[in-house]
């Protein structure tokens, strides 16, 4: 018999209509640290899911009380029912609660998990999705070497006004992950995006910038944030931050190293 886990929070009809509309999960839930389960335990509570999601294919809350109750647990097992729901339901609220789950999980099985939901996602289709599985990264299997994707993801959105959530995930997980690496790009999106020549011919339209403006207008504290976490400096300027920069990097360098946030797995 499977050993009674404290019941999820039921939830509201506000939590799901601001998980469906932002991505953003109700602020009332602090991150505990999933009980770890042995494998018989796990198949029973596996069992127990698939049964209650296939049963309740048309009660959304039902369905993701099923899945928050897995992300209070953490075992192998759960990983690959947990990314077939975010895969396959019918619900994005449900999808992004079970990516949230997957980051509960132990790191060897959902780090690969993670990494190829992000990978698969299109920016266009899900971005709120997208946001859930890079915080989920980031609080059990973040790892320097992928901060070049989570980047690269960010600067394809750059325009999207439905990616605000998405953007603002990263920016985070640049900050407590202390990613030495995310320094200089986060001092570009320091000052309000604008043409470095107005009259430059090849500048991107109007329409460009206001849209940029947009997002930079949501997530600015963020990268000030981010960059005090990293550099234990608040920047009021690209120009300010770029000359502490150049003055301060090897010492960055250094410290990042010897804190163990610098080192690239092969």
């Known amino acids: 018999m499977v050993p009674p886990a404290p019941p999820p929070s039921t939830p509201t009809l506000h939590g799901l209509l601001l998980l469906a509309a932002t991505g953003l999960a109700p602020a009332q839930q602090p991150a505990t640290k999933a009980r770890e389960i042995p494998d018989s335990e796990a198949k029973l509570l596996l069992a127990e899911f698939k049964t209650e999601m296939g049963a309740n294919t048309k009660n959304l809350a039902k369905r993701l009380a099923a899945v928050q109750k897995l992300e209070q647990v953490q075992n192998a097992m759960l990983v690959a029912p947990l990314l077939s729901t975010v ?34 996602t299109k920016v266009s289709a899900d971005p709120n999705l997208l946001a859930s599985a890079i915080q989920a990264l980031g609080e059990s299997c973040y790892q320097p070497r992928d901060w070049a994707l989570l980047q690269s993801i960010f600067d394809k959105s750059i325009t999207d006004n439905n990616a605000v959530n998405l953007q603002s995930a990263i920016l985070d997980l640049a900050g407590t992950s202390k990613e030495i690496d995310a320094v200089d790009f986060l001092i570009e999106h320091l000052d309000a995006p604008a043409p470095e020549w107005v009259d430059d011919p090849n500048n991107p339209p109007e329409s460009y910038w206001k849209a940029r403006w947009a997002n930079w207008s949501k997530w600015k504290g963020r990268v000030k944030e981010a960059l005090f976490q990293i550099t234990g400096q608040k920047f009021g300027s690209k120009k300010e931050a770029k000359l502490w920069v150049q003055k301060n990097r090897k010492t960055l360098r250094r410290e990042s190293r010897s804190s163990g946030k610098d080192k690239r797995k092969k």
């Open 87 to 120: 895969r396959t339901d019918k619900s994005k609220v449900v999808r992004q609660a079970a990516a949230k789950a997957l980051g509960r999980q132990p790191r060897k099985k959902a780090r690969p998990a993670l990494i190829s939901l992000i990978k698969k």
